[in-house]
Every structure is written in C-alpha cells, then in structure tokens.
C-alpha cells in the first residue's frame, strides 16, 4: 500500500486547513482509516479515525475542532482543521485502522504559527 498525505502548511492561530491522504494498492473501502500527528521530540499520536462504515472517533485535544471523512471512490480520506492552535503543530500521517499497515507516507507538516 502506499500513503501519500497532502494538503499541510503554514497557517495563523484560529486558521482552518484541510488534510488529504490518498491511499493505493489495497481494498481502501474496507478498512478504518486515521490521521496522527507527531510534534517535534514526542511520539507519534493518533487524532482521528473513521470505519469503513462512516464511525468517527477524536482525540479529546481535537473534538469539536477537527472532522475526518472519506470518499471510497476516490481512495482518499481528508482531515479538516478548524480553529487551529499551536500545539497542533506537528507532521500529519495517516494509515490504517486500528491496525496499521506497516508502511507510512511521508507525511504533511502543519505549522501552526503568528
């Protein structure tokens, strides 16, 4: 399988930025998918996650802020940030869920930053 995120960048305190992740050589549809983060010097740690049937679950430090989707057709799974804060600055990666493959992308960094 191969990961490829998209879609990071440099944004203000209070901005918003919506993440993409496509997805490719495997059946996407059936599986969870999840976004993590990691921030410099901490561990990689999981945000978000969606089942294959539409199932959400959040961090408490991103519920309320942050909404993950996907589209089947496109093999593509998004992460929409809402009133961003710096401590959400980190390299986003998705992968798999719960199980991860154990292949990532390369990420996407998310600077969060006035």
């Known amino acids: 399988v191969q990961l490829v995120e998209s879609g990071g960048g440099l944004v203000q305190p209070g901005g918003s930025l919506k993440l993409s992740c496509a997805a490719s050589g495997s059946i996407f549809s059936i599986n969870g998918m999840a976004w993590y983060r990691q921030a410099p010097g901490e561990q990689r740690e999981w945000v978000a996650s969606?089942?294959?049937?539409?199932?959400?679950k959040y961090a408490t430090s991103v519920r309320g802020r942050f909404t993950i989707s996907r589209d089947n057709a496109k093999n593509t799974v998004y992460l929409q940030m809402n009133s961003l804060k710096t401590e959400d600055t980190a390299v986003y990666y998705c992968?798999?869920?719960?199980?991860?493959?154990?292949?990532w992308g390369q990420g996407t960094q998310v600077t969060v930053s006035s």
């Open positions: 992968n798999r869920w719960p199980l991860e493959w154990s292949a």
């Open positions: 969606i089942g294959s049937g539409g199932s959400k």
